[in-house]
């Protein structure tokens, strides 16, 4: 944990990282519309949802909810902005800073996961965020005791989950992941990755969500300044990261054998968000809204009672190989 000088809680640099994440949207949303392509051929469009809590309420704040559905390529895909404040930091935000428990906050961040209609191209997730808690955080502007400003700390990574793996999917984008935290240690990407692998694991299936990326939270130990530009290379490597996939596997024949195994698989992505995510639980207990919290959920989902795939199957591979932690690069 490290505490910062008043630098985030000046009006300049919330502008500048509110500026910089709602441009990140905007360039992802249009990313995937040009996948999509002509609405005449089946393209869809990604719906916006502005909104805004009040000043009075529990949370306050304001926000951009982007989402794309029944489109040719995707068949739920939201990307949602939010920058919020709150007179006390939620359970799930101070399990690891009880010193901060109940203190004001002011939250900021984009979080993406896009689910793909053929079985073959993996659903992924994206989040990049920014916290700060205590004196002069909840969007007061004041500065804390002694030119101190809040405890201010970044969050977030991307994970890829097939359906049906590729190893070279798994490389490429785990390239990506390494490629983009370089030039800020050597040692982050191994840290990021076992803490990806460690995060999304659903521990009631003793079974990995997908093939991992990167993950991190409650870090500021970089200075505010290249925390903040750390998190932005995350961000802005997310296309360059997945869209490869996508256009490999986007035209891939495939039938109702590989779409039922698709949404059984789906069934274990519900169950981590509902479960174990603790941007879900953020959200939830601090009175965020519903509608943008859960657009991570797929369209559509299946279980099956003790479902064993076929020894030597393409199904059983996908438990076999790429649901456990390996060094893909």
């Known amino acids: 944990m490290t505490t910062q000088k008043p630098t985030f809680n000046t009006a300049d640099t919330v502008a500048r990282v509110r500026g910089y994440l709602e441009g990140l949207q905007a360039r992802i949303t249009s990313a995937l519309e040009d996948i999509e392509g002509p609405q005449s051929q089946g393209g869809a469009r990604f719906r916006s949802d502005a909104w805004r809590r009040e000043s009075g309420s529990a949370l306050q704040g304001d926000g951009i909810t982007r989402i794309l559905e029944g489109g040719r390529v995707f068949e739920r895909a939201g990307c949602g902005f939010s920058h919020v404040s709150g007179p006390r930091l939620p359970p799930s935000a101070t ?51 002694a030119g101190q400003g809040p405890i201010c700390w970044f969050g977030g990574g991307m994970d890829l989950t097939p359906y049906y793996g590729f190893d070279e999917d798994a490389v490429h984008f785990h390239r990506a992941c390494r490629d983009a935290l370089a030039p800020f240690g050597e040692g982050l990407y191994p840290r990021f990755k076992t803490w990806c692998d460690e995060y999304f694991y659903l521990k009631h299936r003793n079974e990995q969500r997908g093939v991992g ?62 479960v174990w995510d603790r941007g879900t639980h953020f959200g939830l207990q601090s009175g965020g809204r519903t509608e943008s919290i859960l657009l991570s959920m797929p369209p ?25 932690r390996r060094d893909w690069i």
């Open 95 to 145: 399990q690891h800073r009880p010193e901060l428990a109940g203190a004001p906050f002011e939250a900021m961040g984009v979080s993406l996961v896009f689910h793909p209609r053929n079985p073959y191209v993996p659903t992924v997730h994206m989040n990049v965020r920014m916290i700060a808690a205590g004196t002069g955080a909840a969007g007061t502007g004041a500065t804390g005791q």
């Open 213 to 274: 990326g990167i993950f991190f939270d409650d870090f500021a130990e970089l200075g505010f300044e290249q925390s903040l530009a750390m998190t932005q290379s995350v961000g802005d490597a997310f296309l360059g990261a997945y869209l490869p996939i996508v256009q490999r596997r986007m035209h891939m024949g495939h039938g109702e054998r590989e779409r039922e195994f698709q949404l059984y698989r789906r069934g274990r992505y519900v169950e981590f968000n509902l």
């Open 300 to 324: 559509l989902a299946a279980w099956s009672y003790q479902r064993e795939p076929q020894p030597g199957s393409p199904e059983a591979l996908l438990t076999e190989r790429f649901l456990q």
